[in-house]
C-alpha cells in the first residue's frame, strides 16, 4: 500500500503561482511513477503531469506545458508540481496519483494509489 497525502492548493489570481506537493508512504516508489490528474465538475479527471521516480524523466499534457513543472525529492519521498502563469481554467480539484512503472503514464487506470485531492481555484 502507498499512502498519498496532497497539500498546497489554494485560491490565486490569475498570473500567479502556486506548489502542489504529495508526500508518500507505506512502501519504496522505485518501482513507480508519479502523477497529477486534475478534475472539473461534471467533467472526467485529467492527466496534467507525470514524473518517474527512478530516473526522474516527465510527461505533460500540452495545456500546461512550460508553465508547470513536476519534481520530486527522494529524501522526502515527495512528489511537487510547480504551477505558474496560472490561468482560470486551470481551477480544479488536482489529484496526485502513483503508478507502477512500464503501463500507460496519461490513463487514470495505470494508477493504483490516489491522494484525497487538494483544490486550486484562478481567479480572473
Known amino acids: 500500500q502507498v499512502q498519498l497525502v496532497e497539500s498546497g492548493g489554494g485560491l490565486v489570481q490569475a498570473g500567479g503561482s502556486l506548489r502542489l506537493s504529495c508526500t508518500a508512504s507505506g512502501r519504496t516508489l522505485s518501482y513507480y511513477f508519479m502523477g497529477w490528474f486534475r478534475r472539473v465538475p461534471g467533467k472526467e479527471r485529467e492527466f496534467v503531469a507525470n514524473?518517474?521516480?527512478?530516473?526522474?524523466?516527465?510527461l505533460y499534457v500540452d495545456s500546461v506545458k512550460d508553465r508547470f513543472t513536476i519534481s520530486k525529492d527522494n529524501a522526502k519521498n515527495t512528489v511537487y508540481l510547480q504551477m505558474n502563469s496560472l490561468k482560470p481554467e486551470d481551477t480544479a480539484v488536482y489529484y496526485c496519483?502513483?503508478?507502477?512503472?512500464?503501463?500507460?503514464?496519461?490513463?487514470?487506470?495505470?494508477?493504483?494509489?490516489w491522494g484525497q485531492g487538494t483544490q486550486v481555484t484562478v481567479s480572473s
Open positions: 514524473i518517474i521516480w527512478n530516473g526522474g524523466t516527465t
Open positions: 496519483a502513483a503508478g507502477l512503472y512500464g503501463r500507460s503514464r496519461h490513463w487514470e487506470g495505470s494508477y493504483d494509489y
